[in-house]
């Protein structure tokens, strides 16, 4: 079979690393993909729009020009190529072609049939990167809709109605985050903190404010693509680790702290869990499928600071529960695993591919 995903752009988000992951895994299942992504950016809306989009799509332009297929920070070394535009003439014929966020949605769609059947891996409903009206409007264009999460599906098909043809929730390499190895001892918590709300950055610093108050000693890191206004000082902070980098910060820690407010799968709880961390997450995407409260981890509403703080302090203060909790989130880790991803993908590009989908996908107008 002939794939082609095409990216909004190659930087390294957690629906980048999941799209590096199928086009691996499909490659060595013998299939030939390509991945691409426009030399001229996607307008995403940044914040409330206005000057700060304009300028993020700016700095695109300027880092697609300057470092094309390998941006820096960390840089992207897997066979992703980058095409002047998302268009008949500079992409591949293939068998399937693969949207992976709502504006490639729309470029699938106007592509001509010789470049595949028009597929779209729908990571979540991305309404903090456009408007809804755009964003909705992408499931309305007649392509092949793989739900990447099963609680996507859930949202996609229940209240909202765009029809689900395939899920492939998301995995984790469980070999690579559980060979985490730190020179000292677990010690503190380790947060995945970012400045937009639906991460809920204000709820997880929040938090960590509460417990810096109760154990002033505690070791409290955070990590992510840029440092977040007001974050305290005795946070320390790691900016954009590469994966080696990121998988000894959870190495060091005791507790890792989830605080996101909605995710489509939410994936740093599952590499946590893989790397031996006692898991503390809000109630989001599919993080109940592999943390179940006070089992593998535990879990708390979104924006309910003082229940996360009281849940760190609680697994900080009671070693051997937190161990207990921590080995059991390493076996539901190896559970997760992306062979099983890989095959619900591989299925669901196969029907796609022979049409399978009831009526043929309509084509936007060019």
Same mark, same amino acid.
């Given at each position: 079979m002939r794939v082609t995903f095409v990216l909004p752009f190659p930087y390294w988000t957690g629906g980048v690393r999941t799209v590096y992951e199928y086009s691996r895994r499909l490659r060595a299942r013998g299939h030939v993909v390509d991945v691409?992504?426009?030399?001229?950016?996607?307008?995403?809306? @940044?914040?409330? &729009? =206005?000057?700060?989009? /304009?300028?993020?799509?700016? *700095?695109?332009? $300027?880092?697609n020009l300057l470092h094309g297929a390998h941006p820096p920070r960390p840089p992207v070394t897997w066979g992703v190529r980058m095409v002047p535009r998302i268009a008949d003439r500079f992409l591949p014929d293939a068998d399937?072609?693969?949207a992976t966020a709502w504006p490639t949605a729309y470029s699938v769609s106007r592509l001509s049939e010789c470049k595949g059947a028009g597929c779209y891996l729908i990571q979540h409903r991305e309404i903090d990167s456009g408007t809804p009206e755009r964003v909705d409007g992408s499931y309305r264009l007649g392509l092949f809709h793989i739900a990447a999460s099963r609680s996507t599906a859930c949202e996609m098909a229940g209240p909202r109605g765009v029809?689900?043809?395939? @899920?492939?929730? &998301? =995995?984790?390499?469980? /070999?690579?985050?559980?060979? *985490?190895?730190? $020179?000292?001892?677990?010690?503190?918590?380790?947060?995945?903190?970012?400045?937009?709300?639906?991460?809920?950055?204000?709820?997880?610093?929040?938090a960590l404010e509460l417990v810096h108050r109760a154990r002033p000693a505690a070791r409290l890191r955070a990590f992510?693509?840029?440092?977040?206004?007001?974050?305290?000082?005795?946070i320390e902070y790691v900016q954009?680790?590469?994966?080696?980098?990121?998988?000894?910060l959870f190495a060091g820690a005791e507790v890792f702290l989830?605080?996101?407010?909605?995710?489509?799968?939410?994936?740093?709880?599952?590499?946590?869990?893989?790397?031996?961390?006692?898991?503390?997450?809000?109630?989001?995407?599919?993080?109940?499928?592999?943390?179940?409260?006070?089992?593998?981890?535990?879990?708390?509403?979104?924006?309910?600071?003082?229940?996360?703080?009281?849940?760190?302090?609680?697994?900080?203060?009671q070693p051997e529960w937190r161990a207990r909790l921590a080995c059991a989130g390493v076996a539901a880790a190896a559970r997760h695993g992306w062979e099983p991803?890989?095959?619900?993908?591989?299925?669901?590009?196969?029907?796609?591919?022979?049409?399978?989908?009831?009526?043929?996908?309509?084509?936007?107008?060019?």
């Open positions: 691409v992504f426009p030399l001229v950016p996607y307008r995403f809306r @940044v914040g409330r &729009g =206005g000057w700060r989009s /304009a300028r993020s799509w700016l *700095a695109a332009c $300027r880092r399937v072609v693969v029809p689900i043809h395939g @899920v492939a929730p &998301g =995995g984790v390499d469980a /070999a690579f985050w559980g060979a *985490a190895q730190s $020179r000292e001892p677990r010690r503190g918590v380790l947060w995945s903190c970012s400045p937009l709300e639906h991460k809920g950055g204000a709820d997880g610093r929040a992510g693509f840029g440092r977040p206004p007001r974050l305290p000082r005795w954009r680790p590469t994966d080696a980098a990121l998988r000894e989830y605080s996101s407010r909605s995710e489509g799968f939410g994936l740093p709880p599952l590499e946590a869990q893989a790397a031996g961390c006692a898991v503390v997450s809000t109630r989001v995407g599919d993080v109940t499928e592999f943390v179940r409260d006070r089992e593998s981890g535990l879990l708390v509403e979104p924006r309910d600071s003082a229940t996360m703080a009281r849940a760190m302090l609680a697994l900080l203060d991803s890989t095959d619900s993908l591989e299925q669901a590009l196969e029907r796609a591919a022979a049409g399978m989908m009831g009526a043929a996908p309509q084509r936007a107008v060019v």
